[in-house]
């Protein structure tokens, strides 16, 4: 998370005087810089930069779902839903504390430049300005800023993350208005396809998205003039039942997780074991009630159930005896 900015004695930065309009874009005063090269080549002498507090509460708005899309304001809400992302922290590049280095109009690790060698960046993705070049804000260029961050160069130009590989169902980043306006953030699917689109207010510094169509675009107008840190993308860890395995490799991805095998309202006392495979006892013995046409039926399914059970070493003589028990009382079908 971004920390709060130091006093403005901290560093000497210049006086940002900028007018926002909603509808066409950012415009700025006659005498104003109109991009971070031009802020930082001592056209002016103050610190001047409007934000608000981070606030990781401030609510999201959805006006536009076109996917199953889940938008995140909150890092650790994103995390728990998508772990084991690719991350890129932007750190390995060529941008010392302080200054701002110039890269091309689009940043990735097949395109090396003065901002990042070859190797430094992970693969699988690209950064873009709409218009002129991306730059690297070393650590300290402003006093809000204590890691490297990335951006479009000038003021008045949308930025946006390309995706290579279909597998990338979430994608997050830090994003921080740099002028403290709210920015629309879109993001796009398979043929450039709409997949929702949310408002990213001003004053929250993660932006976090989940959808189950592949993302290949994320965007953010230049209302606020957006700056970037630690992206992520990637398939994510999607566990619907929260059981541990992943849906992909779950065969049973809305398990019963009770904690003892319960048949019809009769308690075995059994423990409700999970598999490898991501199915419990009680996930098996449903398959039972929902393939049988009669309670004989039934009972049979579930007395080769539990023998499969006892003979792979998962319950013993005494627990097969319990759920038999209970699978008898069962008003099953």
Known sequence: MFQKPQPAHALLVVVLVAIFSVTSGVAFAADSPDSFTAMTAGLHSKVGISHRAADDSARVDIPTKLAMVTFFNNQAAFTAAAPGLTLEDFENGNAAPGVVVGCLATLSNSSPGACYPAGELV?????????????????????????????????????????????????????????????TVSVFGDGGALLGTAIHPAGATFFGVQTDETITRVSVDPGGVPVYDNLQFGKGFIDTDGDGIEDDD?????????????????????????????????????????????????????????????????????????????AGQADIP
């Open 123 to 183: 693969d699988g993705f690209s950064f873009s300005a709409t218009t002129g070049v991306t730059v690297a804000l070393g650590a300290g260029v402003v006093p809000i800023n204590p890691t490297t961050w990335v951006a479009a160069d000038l003021f008045a130009a949308g930025s946006f993350f390309d995706f290579s590989d279909p597998d990338v169902f979430a994608v997050g980043f830090e994003l921080f208005s740099f002028f403290g306006a709210p920015m």
């Open 250 to 326: 779950d065969a049973c991805p809305e398990s019963d997780l009770s904690p003892t095998v319960v048949i019809d309202g009769c308690d075995s006392g059994v423990d409700n074991t999970l598999g490898d495979d991501g199915c419990t006892i009680s996930d098996l013995i449903g398959e039972c009630a929902a393939g049988v046409r009669n309670h004989g039926q039934f009972v049979r399914c579930v007395s080769h159930l539990t023998n499969d059970l006892k003979k792979a070493g998962v319950i013993t003589g005494a627990d097969k005896g319990a759920i038999m028990s209970c």
